[in-house]
């Protein structure tokens, strides 16, 4: 049985209906970027987010690199985050002329360990970015202590955390910044590529808004140096859409979790004490991912891929350790939860329309696996 990691044909087809009259309606009004389609979805994206303002930009990766711009990160400023993220975490901070900082990770969420915060602001630090991995939150009275009390701002990057919570509070609204991606991938995926920035702040959100358009306000009078961030109405639409039904494949994949949680418990067999699951320590953990610890972790992928189910590693290659940033003078062993993780980490097959069958087979090969 082949069991892809992530397969979106089948959620496709349950809202078929609903897109293509909509999209088509696009297409023929030939009115494609900004607009009330994309005013439509920053609404209904911050209000499911919990917050009072929402700039629909062009990717998730744009998003980090605008809230960077609008608080005019850059050469000589220090920003904290996560080596083991996505690269768009820091290749946003790089690419504006910062200088990333690192902290190592909790083993057990794979979150950036907010008590390892404090030591590393410098009177060089401007902004922390808590990245939200897997779908579930940073531990964020800790990282928002930290920023109190340093005056820096909070990016939260919550591309894989679309209404996860931290206490009750949604992914995005804690921060002074929450970048999401709708890249085709993520719970909340669009066509193509997509973002939106969440905000708090009435005066943040107006200059996101200007800078989103090359810094233009009024058109053609430029205060600020911005770029092309905007979002277009095809995907703002299919956002808008498919957002009302979150909660229900949210759901599906937090049904999925527990599913793998009683299969490993009644027939991982000698797998029990190979393979380590997932914590969900915040209350609304949104599964983007579903990642195991695995002991003899690159022969457990070779065995699965081989049977054709889908597993990916994320991420592989910690960023203190990659090539490009090799002039920050990190070295192996700076951080070596990071360093641990990305060599024992698994991917498992968590999308919503995974089926039954498809879970015992990829569990029962993983019980075969360490029974062999
Ligand atoms: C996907 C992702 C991004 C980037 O989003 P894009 O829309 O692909 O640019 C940033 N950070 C994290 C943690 C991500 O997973």
Redesign the pocket.
């Known amino acids: 049985m082949k069991v892809p990691l992530l397969d979106l044909k089948p959620q496709y087809k349950q809202i078929q209906d609903e897109i293509e009259p909509l999209l088509l309606e696009i297409c023929r009004s030939q009115a494609f970027i900004l607009g009330p389609k994309v005013q439509e979805c920053e609404a209904a994206v911050a209000a499911y987010c919990g917050t009072d303002y929402a700039v629909g930009v062009?990717?998730?990766?744009?998003?980090?690199i605008l809230a960077l711009m609008a608080e005019g990160i850059g050469a000589g400023d220090e920003v904290i985050t996560t080596p083991y993220?996505?690269?768009?975490?820091v290749g946003?901070i790089a690419r504006l002329g910062a200088k990333p900082v690192f902290v190592d990770i909790d083993p057990l969420t794979f979150n950036l360990d907010a008590t390892q915060l404090e030591a590393a602001v410098t009177p060089q630090t401007k902004a922390i970015i808590p990245?939200?991995?897997y779908g579930q939150m940073v531990d964020m009275d800790a990282v928002m202590a930290v920023a109190q009390a340093h005056h820096l701002i909070v990016i939260e990057?919550?591309?894989?955390?679309i209404g996860s919570e931290w206490k009750g509070r949604r992914a995005g609204s804690i921060g002074d910044y929450g970048?999401?991606?709708?890249?085709p991938?993520?719970n909340l995926g669009c066509f193509g590529?997509?973002?939106m920035v969440t905000l708090r702040d009435a005066a943040k959100a107006k200059k996101a808004v200007i800078l989103r358009n090359h810094g233009s306000e009024p058109k053609y009078y430029h205060q600020f140096v911005g770029g092309n961030f905007r979002l277009d109405a095809l995907q703002a639409a299919v956002v808008t859409i498919k957002l009302q039904h979150l909660d229900g494949w949210t759901a599906a994949r937090q049904a999925n979790a527990e599913r793998y949680r009683r299969l490993f418990a009644e027939k991982g067999g000698a797998a029990a004490d190979q393979v380590v699951l997932p914590v969900a320590q915040t209350n609304r953990h949104i599964y983007?991912q579903f990642v195991i610890r695995a002991q003899r972790r690159d022969e457990l992928l070779a065995h699965l891929r081989q049977r054709e189910i889908g597993v990916e590693i994320?991420y592989p290659v910690p960023l203190h350790l990659q090539d490009c940033f090799h002039s920050l003078g990190y070295q192996q062993g700076d951080f070596p939860e990071s360093e641990r993780a990305a060599k024992e980490t698994i991917a498992l097959p968590i999308y919503p329309d995974l089926t039954d069958e498809m879970a015992e087979w990829v569990v029962a090969s993983i019980a075969e696996f360490y029974a062999g």
């Open positions: 062009t990717s998730g990766s744009d998003g980090l993220t996505f690269f768009a975490t946003a990245v939200h991995l990057d919550a591309a894989q955390a970048c999401f991606s709708f890249f991938s993520k590529d997509g973002g983007n994320y």
